[in-house]
């Protein structure tokens, strides 16, 4: 554990020491974005309408009898854009991204192309690390925005279509109770899950040892310390954002 504590520092330093190199790697961050942002999307798009159609019908459930149905746009989009939104787009991301990064550095470890870089005196944090560390800050968020629009369409269609909510009354219930804090403290979030998410997977897949097998444990490290660090920092920052 102090050990791997250690290296996660070292590695930290290392990104951070690189960042004003990074000029002129702008071709490989643009790589990086596309396949971190744009090639996640329709997973994102498809995954976000079901969480906000089923978030609809569970909270017209939970209402029945108790609180008016007009406050059901005010219950999703809380939940959406403070909760739902941000945490299940990193899991997502963390299941697609993270172990595509893992087993990329994994393999290149092993193969011993990472070696050959230090050989020929190129930074291998600098060229391989930060581009995707500052692809996942920039990417995740836009990736929640995206994952918050759908996932209220979702959550009307069901409303309208399912539960008997006039478009009107849903719209008002959204627009009653909005706070642009609860877009902000999630946006928030998903840059602490991109960091999370990228840094994660490049830290496992530069460890990477054993060959095929160790390429596959670290993926699954990857996958499974960057979920359990998203939950664990959502808590984190849930605290600081919000007083109860």
């Not at 998410?197 to 060959?211: D, E, K, M, P, T």
């Not at 499974?224 to 920092?233: A, D, E, G, Q």
Request: some cysteine; proline content about 3%; hydrophobic content about 55%.
């Amino acid at each position: 554990m102090f050990s791997d504590l250690g290296g996660l520092v070292i590695m930290m330093l290392r990104v951070i020491r690189s960042l004003p190199s990074q000029f002129k790697h702008l071709r490989l961050i643009s790589d990086q974005m596309l396949a971190m942002g744009v090639n996640s999307l329709p997973l994102i798009l498809l995954t976000s309408s079901f969480s906000g159609a089923v978030s609809a019908w569970q909270a017209a459930y939970q209402f029945k009898g108790y609180v008016p149905l007009r406050y059901l746009g005010t219950a999703v989009s809380k939940a959406v854009f403070i909760e739902l939104a941000p945490v299940l787009t990193a899991l997502v991301v963390a299941g697609r991204v993270g172990a595509a990064i893992a087993a990329e550095l994994g393999t290149m470890r092993v193969t011993e192309q990472i070696d050959a870089m230090e050989t020929l005196a190129i930074d291998p944090v600098g060229y391989l690390v930060t581009p995707r560390v500052i692809s996942g800050l920039i990417m995740l968020p836009v990736l929640v925005i995206f994952a918050d629009v759908v996932a209220i369409i979702g959550a009307m269609g069901v409303s309208v279509m399912l539960v008997d909510v006039e478009p009107e009354t849903f719209w008002n219930g959204v627009k009653a109770f909005f706070l642009v804090s609860d877009i902000t403290s999630g946006l928030i979030k998903a840059v602490a899950f991109g960091l999370a998410i990228s840094f994660l997977g490049c830290f496992n897949g530069f460890n990477a040892a054993g060959g095929a097998e160790g390429v596959g444990k670290a993926t699954m490290r990857a996958v499974v310390t960057s979920s359990v660090m998203i939950l664990v920092s959502d808590f984190v920052i849930a605290t600081f954002l919000f007083n109860v």
